[in-house]
């Protein structure tokens, strides 16, 4: 591996341990959700992308409602109840709407991952294939075309 990459390595291997051991961490990974989501990492990726996604409009509700809630105050008392609850029904149907979008997400994310690292496991375990091949001296002589080709990727 190249030298940067050694140091990326190390630096994410830092956060990760950091992560690791925090005490709240270690609390919720002990317990019955945290033993849970961390045998079911697609779960747990979708409750991630549904908390992220669903953030901004549980923060707008919140506001209305406490806006609702000072114009009951001033004396609309009925029409709060009326307002929170298409509020509500509305947040309800967001809400809905982004689980969905927030397991179609995930499973993309999911997908994308499998693929990605069978590419690499491929990759990196034809490479080995050849390396072999070419310590025991079994690998046939390579043609000149192959050989520029191969030469110009080790130039860059």
Do not use: D, T
């Given at each position: 591996m190249s030298k940067?990459?050694?140091?990326?390595?190390?630096?994410?291997?830092?956060?990760?341990?950091?992560?690791?051991?925090?005490?709240?961490v270690v609390a919720f990974m002990n317990s019955r959700v945290g033993q849970y989501l961390d045998d079911h990492p697609f779960v747990a990726l979708s409750l991630l992308m549904f908390i992220a996604v669903s953030a901004i409009p549980v923060a707008f509700f919140l506001i209305f409602v406490v806006t609702t809630a000072i114009m009951a105050c001033i004396g609309v008392i009925v029409m709060e109840g009326v307002v929170i609850a298409i509020g509500g029904i509305a947040l309800l149907c967001v809400l809905c709407g982004l689980g969905a979008l927030s397991l179609g997400v995930s499973g993309?994310?999911?997908?994308?991952?499998?693929?990605l690292s069978s590419l690499?496991?491929?990759?990196?375990?034809?490479?080995?294939?050849?390396?072999?091949?070419?310590?025991?001296?079994?690998?046939?002589?390579?043609s000149p075309v192959l050989d520029l080709s191969a030469d110009n990727g080790k130039n860059e």
């Open positions: 940067e990459m050694q140091e990326l390595q190390k630096q994410w291997h830092f956060v990760v341990q950091s992560i690791h051991s925090n005490s709240n993309v994310l999911s997908v994308g991952y499998v693929i690499v496991n491929y990759w990196c375990a034809s490479r080995g294939q050849i390396r072999k091949q070419e310590v025991n001296g079994s690998l046939p002589q390579k």
